[in-house]
């Protein structure tokens, strides 16, 4: 059989207080890489938990709200606004909107974002964001939203390096946010973006890992911009 998503919430003794799950859509696969399969999620600022799953073998994205108690308050599926193999990998939301990262296959690797109705699940807009071809997969890693600007921390993958990106996108979806900053770090090896949140101030915290190929260690980082992302 295939692999479907779960979802299970546990009371502070440990003891399960309920299991959801989701049936596959899709043709039944056995292998982690192609399978249907939860890959993001979050508690909004209601208390309600958002949940995000890739189906279909990655031709479509499933984003759900369920309340506290497990009631399953709606249910959106999205086709991939590019590409195919699609992952959502990243949640946020404010009192209105979701907004979500995520990343698909062409010829290369294709990151897109995606705006929802947060009261209906309903699609607010898509689009797929296509960087240089030589610059490698995008992958996100987190997404923080400031009422204004959208921020995308996560991986450029190039050949065997992988480097650390951070994006700055306007809210704006006729025809598809505009890029507004950007900068990227890293050494010789595999770094990475893991999350960003942003502060009341608008400074912008990103954190991940880096290998370090002399020590043979990872590490973690933690780094702080201005809302300019300089």
């Not at 958002?50 to 086709?79: E, F, K, T």
Request: hydrophobic residues 35%; charged residues 15%; aromatic residues 14%.
């Amino acid at each position: 059989g295939g692999m479907s998503p779960a979802l299970m919430k546990f009371l502070p003794s440990g003891t399960m207080a309920w299991y959801r799950s989701v049936e596959s859509t899709g043709p039944a696969v056995g292998d982690y890489f192609t399978g249907d399969q939860a890959s993001a999620m979050m508690l909004d600022v209601y208390g309600d938990l958002l949940v995000a799953a890739r189906m279909d073998n990655g031709a479509n994205v499933m984003l759900r709200r369920y309340s506290p108690s497990g009631a399953l308050l709606w249910s959106a599926m999205m086709p991939v606004p590019q590409g195919s193999g699609a992952t959502l990998t990243a949640l946020t939301a404010d009192a209105v909107n979701i907004y979500a990262a995520g990343y698909a296959y062409d010829s290369t690797g294709v990151m897109w974002l995606a705006k929802f109705s947060l009261a209906s699940g309903a699609q607010q807009g898509a689009t797929a964001l296509y960087h240089n071809e030589n610059d490698g997969d995008y992958i996100p890693g987190g997404i923080a939203f400031n009422g204004s600007y959208i921020y995308v921390v996560g991986t450029k993958n190039v050949g065997y390096n992988n480097d650390i990106f951070i994006e700055k996108y306007s809210d704006t979806w006729s025809p598809s946010p505009e890029l507004s900053a950007s900068v990227t770090a890293g050494g010789e090896s595999y770094d990475q973006g893991r999350d960003i949140k942003l502060d009341a101030s608008g400074n912008v915290y990103a954190t991940g890992d880096y290998y370090d190929p002399a020590a043979y260690n990872s590490y973690c980082w933690t780094a702080e911009y201005s809302s300019s992302l300089s």
